[in-house]
Nanobody, 121 residues
Framework: QVQLVESGGGLVQAGGSLRLSCTASGSIFSINAMGWYRQAPGKQRELVAAVTHGGTTNYADSVKGRFTISRDNAKNTVYLQMNSLKPEDTAVYYC???????????????WGQGTQVTVSS
């Protein structure tokens, strides 16, 4: 079994910062892309940022210049540093990973349970 466990969410004032972490554990051979998505009330889940195993990153236009995604492959961990937070960043943030559980297996997509980020104005 594979689990993605997020941490680091919370309540912050506009202009503040938070750092999210997500660690994958369990039967893991190799992790391909890891990323963060978010879902605000009444809205669809959207990609925030993603990073490949080699370190190539991709960001939503709304967070470019404010958020930074990074990963530690040795720890199977992905981070999201969020600066200059705005009230519209308020959402549940979900970790996501594409990984192989064993050699020769299929790549499978996993989700974390989500962590709430609330930005007050």
């Amino acid at each position: 079994q594979v689990q993605l466990v997020e941490s680091g969410g919370g309540l912050v004032q506009a202009g503040g910062s938070l750092r999210l972490s997500c660690t994958a554990s369990g039967s893991i051979f190799s992790i391909n892309a890891m990323g963060w998505y978010r879902q605000a009330p009444g809205k669809q889940r959207e990609l925030v940022a993603a990073v490949t195993h080699g370190g190539t990153t991709n960001y939503a236009d709304s967070v470019k210049g404010r958020f930074t995604i990074s990963r530690d492959n040795a720890k199977n961990t992905v981070y999201l540093q969020m600066n200059s937070l705005k009230p519209e960043d308020t959402a549940v943030y979900y970790c996501n990973a594409d990984l192989w559980a064993f050699v020769g297996g299929d790549i499978v997509n996993y989700w974390g349970q989500g962590t709430q980020v609330t930005v007050s104005s």
